[in-house]
């Protein structure tokens, strides 16, 4: 379970990016945060691991507070918690297997994470890891060599191979083509199911947090501004979230079979905009 108890971020300079947002997550969920750039959704996130240090309030973390935790529990923390990134963070020049067992580094003595001498077991975890994301093929080749989708892919076998409690991904399809980023979300949405990995997503696609989310959180001003399940949303709901009226580029496309909205979207492109 996780828990936000009045929790508010104040970034020097002032910017209020969260304001008194209080809402729990139950173990094995998979939320879908939206928002309009600047709603919040990334500070949101990352205060769960403490990559952002929240100004006021309360984030538990299984019954802990995640903010009076230091040095060796903050790393178990973290290591509990695989990261998502929108631009992959992958060491480039490095193998796709190295990349991936970067997330057992939590569990790996220093000197060995240092000498990348990794257990027997660590290699094979990692490479069913790969497997589950359908690139155990691509596993000696050099991270900088696949697709952008492929490296996506990568990032998620290595959260995976953490063997995380919790998955946040921070806009994880952001720099993907609309089949690509479908892939992906089929991806973290099928580990959600048969791992029970509570999986939290950002993401500024309605079709995409229809098709994929069970629960939406919609967020405005560091607010949240609507919370529940995502068969009850409709296009009347994002436009409350988004504070104006729906637009073409706030879909993602490419979905068949998903969400009604999506599919509306996805087959009149471009009406409804206000480009
Ligand atoms: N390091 C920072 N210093 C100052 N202000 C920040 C910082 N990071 C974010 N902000 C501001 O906090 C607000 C919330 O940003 P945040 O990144 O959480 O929003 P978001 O919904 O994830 O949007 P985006 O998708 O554009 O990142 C914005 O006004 C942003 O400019």
């Not at 990559?51 to 309030?57: A, D, M, R, S």
């Not at 990261?83 to 580094?105: D, E």
């Not at 003595?109 to 975890?125: A, C, N």
């Not at 050099?142 to 989708?149: N, V």
Request: proline residues 5%; hydrophobic residues 45%; aromatic residues 6%.
């Amino acid at each position: 379970m996780i828990e936000f108890r009045h929790v508010s971020k104040v970034y020097p300079g002032g910017v209020r990016a969260l304001r008194d947002v209080s809402l729990k997550i139950n173990p094995g969920e998979f939320v879908v945060i939206v928002g309009l750039s600047g709603a919040g959704k990334s500070t949101l996130l990352r205060c769960i691991n403490r990559l952002i240090e929240p100004t006021e309030g309360e984030i538990l973390v299984d019954g802990v507070d995640v903010r009076k935790l230091k040095g060796a529990e903050l790393r178990r923390l973290r290591s509990q918690i695989g990261m998502v990134f929108q631009t992959f963070n992958l060491v480039k020049r490095s193998s796709v297997i190295k990349n991936v067992l970067a997330g057992r580094l939590a569990h790996t003595p220093v000197w060995r994470g240092l000498l990348g001498w990794f257990p027997r077991e660590d290699v094979r975890l990692a490479l069913e890891c790969l497997d589950r994301v359908g690139i155990a093929d691509k596993a000696w080749v050099r991270a900088d060599q696949l697709s952008g989708g492929q490296q996506q892919r990568v990032a998620i076998a290595r959260a995976l191979a953490q063997r995380p409690k919790i998955i946040l991904a921070d806009e994880p399809v952001a720099s993907l083509d609309p089949p690509t980023s479908h892939v992906v979300m089929s991806d973290l949405r099928r580990i959600n199911r048969e791992d029970g990995i509570t999986t939290i997503v950002n993401l500024h696609f309605i079709d995409l947090a229809l098709a994929y989310a069970d629960r939406i959180i919609g967020m405005r001003n560091g607010q949240v501004v609507f919370d529940g399940p995502a068969a009850g949303v409709t296009e009347k709901t994002f436009e409350e979230i988004y504070g104006r009226p729906v637009r073409a580029e706030d879909f993602r496309g490419g979905v068949e079979g998903a969400a009604p909205l999506a599919r509306e979207a996805a087959l009149a492109p471009g009406e409804g905009s206000s480009r």
